[in-house]
Each structure stands twice: as C-alpha cells, then as structure tokens.
C-alpha cells in the first residue's frame, strides 16, 4: 500500500465559493501542523487530542495582525478523509479572509489541491476504492433524495463488495484451472476443466446482467430525465411549469467550477430529477410574442427522454395539437389535458384515438389539479418495478462502470462460445481473465494513471 509520506501537503477551500455563515480550509498531508501552527494563536495543536476543534486566532506571521477568529479541527492520521494528518480551519468566511488564511497556509509550504485531490488521496491511501471516489462525486451533485441515496449505497461500499466477490469467484476458478492444466494425466482433465468454466461463466453472467438491469433506473436518478413540456401557445405550459418548480420542487444546480459550466434547471417529481429542456420557449415574459414554433419544439422532444405534451380541454382540437400529437407518438409521453375546470370542448373519442396507449391526465393548474397524478405516471413510466433505493440495493448508476460491466459480460460471451467452439482451456482461460480484469477497473484494483488523473479532475477543489 502506498503511505502519506510520498505526499506533499495539500490546502484549499472546502466550501462552496461565495458568501456563507462559515467557510473551512481543509489542510492535509504529512506537515499539515506545520502549515497551520506558525498562524494559529490558541492551544498547541499538536498537543490537542485527535479530532477535536480547537479556538484561537490566525494571525499574519509577518504582520502580527489578526486575520479572523477561527475554530481548527485537527483530526491526526490514519482515522481521516485521506488518511493523513488533516486540519480543517473554519473561518468566519467572506471570500477575502477565507482566500487570506489559504494564502498564509500555501506561505508555510503547503501547496494548492487539485480538484479531487483529497479523495484521490483517500483512494491512494487505501481508504476508498475508486467506485466510492465516484460516489462522492455523486453525492456533491446528487439532485433528490434518491439519488444521494444511491450515492450513499455507493459510497458504503456495496457496490465494490458485490464486484469484489465475483472477482473473488472468477479468480478461484482460474486457480482451479491452472491446477488442472498442471495435472493433465488425470482422465477427463479437459473436460472438467471446461465445466467448471462454464459454470462460473454463466453465473457471473447472471450476476452482470442484474446489475446492469438498474443501471437504466441508475441514469435517471443520477443525471435526470431528460423533460420537455411542448404544447401550443395558451394550453398552460408555463402554468404546469410552475407548479413544478413550485417551492421545494426547484432545484437549479450550478455546476460552476465542475468540468460542465453551465446552469441546468431541474424539479424533483417524486424523487425523480427531472431535467428541463428548452425551458427558455415556456418561460416567457410576454405572451403575445410567444411563438414556440414547431421546429423548436421538434427539437425539444428529439433531446427528450420524455414528453409532456399539454392540451386545452376548453377548446376543440387544432391542426398544431394534432401535429404535436403526431410528432410525439413514438416517444415516452404523457399527455396532460388542462383547463377541465372549464366547459370541456375538445373532442375526447378523437383524442383518445390519436393518443393510442400514451395515459391522459385531466388536470386544472388554476385548480392545482393533476400535478400528483403526474409525479406518479412518471414514476411508473420509467419505474415499472419500483424505486428500489433501500440501504444495501446496490444499483449502477455510473456510465463508466456500465461501461466495464459490458465488456465484463461479453468477455464472459467470448468463454461460452470458445467452449462451445472446442477451444484449448488455456485460451479459454483468456478471456476468463479479461472479463476478471474488467471488473476490476470499476473498484480500481487495476487502473492506469490517467483514468484517475480524468475521474478527480472532475471533482470540485477541495473535496
Ligand atoms: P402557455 O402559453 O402554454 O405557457 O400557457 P400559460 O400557462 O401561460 O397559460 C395561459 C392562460 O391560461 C393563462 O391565463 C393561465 O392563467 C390560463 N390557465 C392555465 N391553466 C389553466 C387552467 O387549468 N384552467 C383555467 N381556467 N385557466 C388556465
Ligand atoms: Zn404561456
């Protein structure tokens, strides 16, 4: 295992940038004391106990000058995020002081961290496998409740144990494979040899596929599902729009200072992310120029994971609602018929013909009606067995380990056909250890140097 000691000492902002009630400056690394204790009037740190906060001062060495008033965490290896000594400085935040300490601990020989680098080190030190690396990443940008708790699962390990334990299997067989090609004088050695791969084959197989039956469920709570609400001017888009977002349903996540710079809108619809697409043709500020346009929204439904297509029951059917009604029966929709609280005037025998299977919701968003209905169609629509989100379910959700789980399975296919095609064990035996490898790029038991150089850029500075 690799130890602390071929690490400098590392510091940055732990917090989000901007103004906050507190923000920390998290120091870790082998002389973690000595970039904090030259500023810090109070105790001596290092002779506090372990994982205590501690009050004083920070004071500018060269100026004598107080700097804030601050609390030091000091948490002393091995029980620590990485693993090495960590001391965590919370401070009265204010983006000038917060930057100011940072600069005074870089001042004492600490250097600046890289995005991801303290959960690089908590996997270079042993603590986490790289599956739970990607897990807090996961955690940071969970959306709903039930995305961070398949984070959390994640993060718990279950994952890793689950792959462990079918690495663990393949690799016993593989002895037991290399056993018999070094006693071939036994009769019936081949043959044997052959079953027991087989066998394995097959069962780590099962066991793929099943993970890879949630990674489906997986994507959607970890990246949203992709939305867009399409309709003609007038039938009530932006009203739905805003019952969704309505309180506690928004959630706007800026994902500034993470590789991807942009602001997504995102309602949680029964703890489903949904992701909003092409918001800017409902949200209006003047109806009379509206004009969504049917190239526009032509657009929106073919970036769409699913459509939401909204009718006005108080009026008879349009050409336009006839042609949204075509341009989206071949994706996942739901069609919510609004205004009921009005006379009804649409022709529903020609709307229930144009909708084929696609469920209707009578809804009234002047009465807040339909908005429960819909959370739960959603949830049925891309949810036939249930969120299944409980402690110790373990559920892909990460497209790089779908990725290895795939080529995993098919070097699994590669064995059952080379058997079946009578090819030697030993070239058997393979792909065998291919798909065994695979498997372990997803916890990290093998890895190259720059998959995790990409996986913890991808982290924010200071995690
Ligand atoms: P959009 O152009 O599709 O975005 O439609 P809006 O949400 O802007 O709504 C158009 C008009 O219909 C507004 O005056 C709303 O107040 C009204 N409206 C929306 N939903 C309902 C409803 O369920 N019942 C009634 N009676 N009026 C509604
Ligand atoms: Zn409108």
């Known amino acids: 295992m690799t130890t602390t000691s071929e690490f400098d000492t590392i ?19 082998d002389h973690a004391f000595e970039a904090v ?6 105790k001596a740190l290092d002779k506090v106990k372990s994982h205590t906060i501690n009050y004083g001062h920070i004071i500018d060495p060269e100026t004598q000058s107080e700097v804030d008033e601050v609390m030091v965490s ?45 959960t690089k080190r908590a996997f270079l030190n042993g603590r986490i496998d790289l599956s739970q690396a990607e897990a807090v990443m996961d955690l940071i940008r969970a959306k709903t409740d039930r995305s961070m708790k398949v984070a959390l699962n994640q ?27 070094d006693y071939p004088e036994y009769d019936d050695v081949e043959t044997m040899t052959t ?17 890879l039956k949630t990674a489906k469920q997986g994507k959607v709570l970890r990246d949203g599902l992709a939305t867009a609400i399409v309709g003609r001017p007038n039938v009530g888009k932006s009203s739905l729009l805003n019952e969704l977002l309505h309180e506690d349903k928004a959630i706007v996540t800026d994902v500034a200072g993470t590789t991807r710079d942009v602001i997504e809108e ?42 939401i297509l909204v009718l006005d029951a108080s009026e008879p059917l349009t050409a336009e609602d006839r042609q949204l009604l075509a341009d989206t029966a071949d994706e996942k929709r739901i069609i919510i ?32 009606q339909g908005v429960d209905q819909l959370e739960s169609e959603i949830s049925h629509l891309f949810f036939d067995e249930g969120i ?14 779908i990725g290895l789980l795939k080529q995993a399975s098919s070097a699994l296919d590669d064995v059952m056909s080379g058997i079946a095609a009578g090819m030697p064990v030993d070239l058997v035996q393979i792909d065998m250890t291919r798909c065994w490898n695979k498997l372990g790029e997803i916890t990290g038991d093998s890895y190259q140097d720059e998959l995790l150089d990409q996986l913890f850029s991808q982290f924010c500075v200071g995690k």
């Open 155 to 181: 993060l718990d390990g279950s994952l890793s144990r689950l792959i462990k334990n079918l690495r663990q299997d393949i690799l016993e067989v593989l002895a037991q494979v290399e056993v018999n090609i």
């Open 337 to 368: 018929l609004n205004k009921t609280d009005l006379p009804l005037k649409l022709e529903m025998p020609e709307l229930e013909q144009l909708a084929g299977d696609t469920k209707i919701i009578k809804a009234s968003m002047t009465q807040n």
């Open 37 to 42: 204790m030259p500023l810090f009037k109070g």
């Open 388 to 401: 299944e989100t409980g402690r110790g379910n373990v559920m892909v959700t990460n497209a790089r380990h």
């Open 266 to 307: 995102y309602v949680n619809v029964g703890g489903v992310p949904l992701k909003l697409v092409d918001t800017a043709g409902i949200h209006h500020t003047d109806d009379k120029v509206e004009k969504i346009g049917v190239e526009r929204s032509k657009k929106a439904i073919a970036a769409a994971d699913l459509v």
């Open 195 to 211: 079953k027991l791969l087989l066998e394995k084959a097959k069962e780590v197989k099962a066991s793929i596929q099943q993970l």
């Open 11 to 29: 510091a940055a902002v732990a917090t989000p940038p901007g103004e906050g009630g507190i923000s920390i400056i998290r120091v870790s690394g």
């Open 74 to 118: 000091v948490m002393r290896a091995p029980k620590t995020y990485t693993r090495e000594d960590v001391l965590e400085i919370n401070c009265h935040g204010g983006l000038v002081a917060t930057n100011d300490i940072l600069q005074l601990v870089i001042s004492q020989g600490a250097r600046l961290a890289e995005p991801g680098e303290f």
